[in-house]
T-cell receptor, first 114, second 114 residues
Framework: AQKITQTQPGMFVQEKEAVTLDCTYD???????LFWYKQPSSGEMIFLIY??????QNATEGRYSLNFQKARKSANLVISASQLGDSAMYFC???????????FGQGTELSVKP | DTAVSQTPKYLVTQMGNDKSIKCEQN?????MYWYKQDSKKFLKIMFS???????INETVPNRFSPKSPDKAHLNLHINSLELGDSAVYFC?????????????FGPGTRLTVT
């Protein structure tokens, strides 16, 4: 069965430093997509980055990069140069060939310290 | 222009009542979803419609009934509300033909059942 696991319920990082949020997944489907969403305290879900299972290169979007290790089934999010506004809940999610539904991990709450 | 909108944003009601949440997307997407986020922030798919046809129906009580009058709208009707229905309900949309199934989320509806 498909599953997403985020093992870090909470993380702290100093402003301007980089931080890695862990995500592992499990699927037997060869075609899938991996996503990261940010949910600030205001509640909206903000798409950050996507990685396809057949993509050869790791995805990057500005300060966000996805460290995709297919053999290890991990899709960690790296945020460089953390900012106070990065404090939020971060969700890893996976889609596969079942109507496009997303399966979410438990989330990691990131706190950026000044 | 708001891409995915939901109304109402907040909904407070008593047990036993019937309520509806409306969702509209102006992205031209062919697929819409309802997700439920519980008090522990866990997000789970409830339903999905593709071109007005129900394609995903997770294990959800029969009291929940989605309706899609057209591709741009997906409403959620809940009968006989229970305390356990208190949650944030997110509508999302995507273009199923797109390889990555990236989903755009609405702002959420916080439902409180007293």
């Amino acid at each position: 069965a498909q599953k997403i696991t985020q093992t870090q319920p909470g993380m702290f990082v100093q402003e301007k430093e980089a931080v890695t949020l862990d995500c592992t997944y499990d699927t037997s489907d060869p075609s899938y997509g991996l996503f990261w969403y940010k949910q600030p305290s205001s509640g909206e879900m903000i798409f950050l980055i996507y990685q396809g299972s057949y993509d050869q290169q790791n995805a990057t979007e500005g300060r966000y990069s996805l460290n995709f290790q297919k053999a290890r089934k991990s899709a960690n999010l790296v945020i460089s140069a953390s900012q106070l506004g990065d404090s939020a809940m971060y969700f890893c999610a996976m889609s596969y060939n079942q109507g496009g539904k997303l399966i979410f991990g438990q989330g990691t709450e990131l706190s950026v310290k000044p | 222009d708001t891409a995915v909108s939901q109304t109402p944003k907040y909904l407070v009601t008593q047990m036993g009542n019937d309520k509806s949440i409306k969702c509209e997307q102006n992205l031209g997407h062919d697929t819409m979803y309802w997700y439920k986020q519980d008090s522990k922030k866990f997000l789970k798919i409830m339903f999905s419609y593709n071109n007005k046809e129900l394609i995903i129906n997770e294990t959800v009580p029969n009291r929940f009934s989605p309706k899609s009058p057209d591709k741009a709208h997906l409403n959620l009707h809940i009968n006989s509300l229970e305390l356990g229905d208190s949650a944030v309900y997110f509508c999302a949309s995507s273009q199923l033909r797109d390889r990555n199934y990236e989903q755009y989320f609405g702002p959420g509806t916080r439902l409180t059942v007293t």
